[in-house]
């Protein structure tokens, strides 16, 4: 399934004021349901995380991440949020954390 990821900032700003959220150590989750059918990604880093390079490796690996857990079609945005801790982790450590927030929103 290909990955669809959200881009205009009105779409970030209905998830964010409208949707709910989860907060983990290594990320924040926002989400809310859409009427596509298909899940819809966008992801955040901020410069607290650090310089380009630490921000571009935190959203690559949230990519990678999310590509090996989306299998389920279910009709939700999602805005993952990365924080600090996130740089010190591995793909599968981070997959396993998307999975854990996901689960905690009863969503499977």
């Known amino acids: 399934m290909k990955t669809v990821f959200l881009?205009?900032?009105s779409d970030?700003?209905?998830v964010y004021f409208k949707g709910r959220f989860k907060i983990d150590s290594c990320m924040v989750l926002?989400?809310?349901k859409n009427r596509l059918g298909h899940p819809r990604v966008?992801?955040?880093t901020s410069k607290k995380i650090g310089g380009?390079?630490?921000?571009?490796?935190?959203?690559?690996?949230?990519?990678?991440?999310w590509r090996a857990i989306v299998r389920k079609k279910f009709?939700?945005?999602?805005i993952f949020v990365a924080r600090s801790g996130i740089i010190?982790?591995?793909t599968k450590e981070v997959q396993r954390e998307i999975f854990c927030l996901?689960?905690?929103f009863g969503i499977e």
């Open 75 to 78: 009709g939700f945005d999602l």
């Open 42 to 44: 966008g992801i955040a």
């Open 102 to 104: 996901i689960k905690r």
């Open 88 to 90: 010190k982790l591995k």
């Open 52 to 65: 380009a390079v630490q921000r571009n490796r935190a959203r690559r690996i949230i990519k990678e991440a």
């Open 7 to 9: 881009k205009k900032t």
């Open 12 to 14: 970030f700003k209905r």
């Open 30 to 32: 926002y989400i809310l």
